[in-house]
């Protein structure tokens, strides 16, 4: 039998993006009912709810009366989601979830060329394919804010900027967009400064006023006192070294922060040299976007690009591998198809549904196996995502030296530029 795809036609509108929206979603609703309809919550949501309660019932607000593991801004969504109650604070996560990804899909077939309608049925594919981490954590949420303010901040810097710094105080890794934004989109980098700061004076103000000031900064003190985490990039190595027991590496579970961390061989000095590295491929990569752009590469090109290699070295030279972070990289893919079209996007956008799916079986589907029993199958798994997530950061990074330099890259040449 041969299956065939349905016309272009067909396949290219809205409706059929919409459609296909409706059927990912029914998928995780019925994945979610016996949480539902049990009282109980996926994943990390169980933690969100015992914020958010802390917070209304006990008068403990994490980030604000208390230095907290995540930027302030989540906690709105967490109280946000208990509009339920405690019973259907599963339901009305999901609902905040459901929401904002419509919002992300109608910003990709905003332009209505054939390249959104790609991108929109490529980012719903590789959100169900992460299935448990996209609907069962924060990142879920900021996800679809970046989409949205890549794809609007040529046209709407200030919105843009609003939405990216919002998704900053929720999660950090947006800020990585917010500067490749500021050194691509020429005329509107002082209204994306301008909304950047005024929300977060307005955040800081709200915290001085209500707690202490001090705590808006705590979640930076508590993400450097980690270890390596088992499914970092560069934990690879250290996870072979314990699995073969060799150089004395070890997996050690650390129950405070509820992470499994490799120790022991060369792992502390490892994860000393993750922020040095990363700070200064930061640097390295916003020269080259700076240098590309005096060059005359074309703006939506360096913006995707710039955007996904700034992201993908939040990930790679990151001592916390969490499966969520894997939205990220897909979040900017899914903007790039869009910004920079999808001729020129074929080597990311397969390799990250391939690592969406490996990401899923590693965790949760054999996440105990590896942790508990060191299969080694699984850190096969582990392995080979951990690859192609190295292969799409250096991907992007010669994407970006090929920008740097003046040479031609496949796909259409849009330009950013705000008004």
Do not use: C
């Not at 049990?38 to 802390?54: C, M, N, P």
């Not at 993908?312 to 869009?338: D, R």
């Amino acid at each position: 039998m041969r299956i065939r795809l349905p016309r272009p036609e067909t396949r290219n509108t809205a409706r059929s993006v919409w459609l296909f929206f409706a059927v990912i979603h029914a998928g995780f609703l019925a994945r979610l009912l016996p949480f539902i309809i049990g009282g109980g919550v996926l994943s990390d949501i169980r933690f969100y709810r015992e914020w958010a309660y802390s917070a209304l019932n006990d008068g403990v607000w994490e980030g604000i009366d208390t230095a907290w593991v995540y930027p302030v801004g989540a906690l709105a969504t967490m109280v946000l989601a208990a509009a339920f109650g405690p019973f259907l604070y599963q339901l009305a996560w999901f609902a905040l979830f459901a929401g904002l990804n419509a919002l992300g899909t109608a910003a990709l077939l905003r332009r209505g060329t054939p390249s959104s309608f790609t991108a929109a049925y490529w980012w719903l594919t590789a959100t169900a394919l992460l299935g448990p981490v996209a609907v069962g954590r924060i990142d879920g949420l900021t996800a679809p804010l970046v989409i949205t303010g890549l794809l609007v901040v040529a046209a709407r810097p200030f919105v843009a900027s609003l939405l990216l710094s919002a998704a900053t105080w929720m999660k950090v890794w947006p800020a990585a967009v917010v500067l490749a934004a500021l050194v691509v989109v020429r005329d509107g980098r002082l209204r994306i400064v301008g909304a950047g700061l005024a929300l977060t004076a307005a955040i800081a103000a709200a915290v001085t006023a209500f707690g202490d000031v001090r705590n808006l900064t705590g979640f930076l003190s508590a993400q450097g006192a980690r270890g390596m985490q088992l499914e970092a990039p560069l934990s690879t190595p250290g996870v072979w070294q314990a699995i073969t027991g060799s150089s004395g590496a070890y997996f050690f579970e650390d129950e405070v922060i509820n992470t499994m961390e490799v120790r022991g061989a060369l792992s502390g000095v490892v994860g000393d040299l993750m922020t040095p590295l990363l700070v200064l491929t930061v640097l390295v990569v916003a020269a080259a976007l700076a240098v590309a752009l005096h060059r005359g590469a074309a703006a939506g090109s360096l913006l995707a690009t710039g955007s996904l290699a700034l992201v993908a070295t939040l990930v790679v030279f990151n001592k916390v591998g969490s499966p969520q972070f894997m939205l990220w990289i897909a979040a900017v893919i899914a903007a790039g198809l869009v910004l920079d079209g999808v001729a020129g996007w074929r080597y990311p956008a397969l390799a990250m549904l391939a690592t969406a799916a490996l990401t899923t079986l590693v965790y949760p589907v054999f996440y105990d196996a590896l942790r508990y029993e060191l299969n080694p199958a699984v850190a096969v798994l582990l392995t080979l995502r951990n690859l192609l997530v190295v292969s799409i950061f250096v991907w992007s990074l010669v994407r970006l030296g090929r920008l740097a330099a003046g040479m031609r890259t496949a796909g259409p040449a849009p330009s950013v530029r705000g008004s």
